[in-house]
């Protein structure tokens, strides 16, 4: 990694790389305790240490690959795969304590409602499934999802009963789940490939194709401003846990097949829209996946395609 390109007095630090995983890492999520999660291709999903970079526990559900992880509010894990399977692990009892079947292909996306009572996974098939996480009951199926979407689906933080997520052609889709409808269609200046609500739920941030991140009002659905600066499409944006930052991470590029890539996090001023710091990478297979702040704010975490989880330090 080469050093920062800070913007002003904000800083933005590499911290460690984590090298456990043998395979692709998919998507990083912290838990309430600080607890940080990494769901990959190799066919675990890890717990880490973020202050030592240590390994807690490798979880192991099916021998298949995992492409996501989630924490709800209260400290519970759910993570799905290859096989369609949506698996919830209980740190409290120390074991998987559920697996929830609907989907006929892999699983690319979950996330937690506000208050934990309901999950939502969505397959590779082109449905979300809705979950009590009482009783693990199918609560109901939501239809026309892009295919593939790693971040692309997220629970409103003020509500129980808000989803968006990515519609087929790169639309930003908003279900109301009393409603069972689509109360908002969402578009960006080009194909939308994730999104994230921010902690009050009043705004969305979606990361586009040509690089750029559209930030809507979530309550009407008109758009607030446009984040310019990538260079290649925005693979995953996350904002911070006081909602005045969000950072985000391309997919890179490469000059040519042989030449190592470009891939790049930045931070951003959520009120004024302004780049805060850059960081650019050079690794063989560039890319930065699912993006996560530290309960506190105090680290990023994501995942990448050269099988490793990376840590920064954002003071």
């Known amino acids: 990694m080469v050093p920062i390109i800070p913007n002003n007095a904000s800083r933005l630090h590499a911290l460690r790389t984590l090298n456990e995983h043998s395979h ?6 912290f838990a309430p305790d600080g607890t940080l999660a990494s769901a990959s291709y190799d066919g675990t999903v890890r717990l880490w ?3 030592t970079g240590q390994v807690i526990q490798t979880l192991r559900a099916n021998g298949g690959s995992f492409y ?10 759910a993570f799905g795969g290859d ?13 998987l304590v559920q697996q929830l079947q609907g989907h006929t292909q892999k699983v690319t996306s979950v996330a937690f409602s506000r208050t934990g009572s309901l999950l939502a996974s969505s397959g590779y098939e082109g449905s979300i499934w809705i979950w009590n996480t009482d009783d693990g009951q199918a609560a109901g199926v939501v239809r026309g999802v892009e295919q593939g979407s790693l971040d692309g689906l997220a629970f409103s933080p003020r509500d129980n009963r808000t989803l968006a997520y990515i519609g087929i052609g790169g639309s930003v889709e908003v279900w ?15 194909e939308v490939g994730c999104i994230a609500f921010s902690p009050n739920g009043r705004l969305l941030a979606g ?7 559209q930030l809507w009002d979530a309550i009407t659905g008109q758009s607030v401003r446009s984040l310019q600066g990538h260079a290649a499409s925005v693979m995953s944006v996350a904002f911070s846990p006081d909602g005045q930052l969000i950072a985000s991470g391309d997919k890179g590029q490469q000059c040519d097949h042989w030449s190592p890539g470009l891939e790049t996090l930045r931070l951003w001023n959520v009120s004024t829209g302004k780049c805060l710091s850059t960081l650019v990478g050079f690794v063989s297979l560039p890319g930065y996946f699912g993006l996560a702040f530290s309960p506190d704010g105090g680290l990023i975490s994501a995942g990448c395609l050269d099988n490793t989880v990376r840590l920064w330090a954002t003071s």
């Open 68 to 77: 996501c992880v989630a924490w709800s509010s209260e400290g519970v894990l």
């Open 83 to 95: 096989d369609g399977m949506v698996w919830i692990w209980d740190p409290n009892l120390g074991q």
């Open 24 to 29: 692709i890492t998919w998507s990083t999520a």
């Open 49 to 51: 240490d973020p202050p």
């Open 207 to 213: 990361g586009c194709n040509d690089g750029t991140i």
């Open 176 to 190: 109301d789940l009393s409603q069972r409808a689509v109360v908002r269609s969402l578009r960006g200046a080009s």
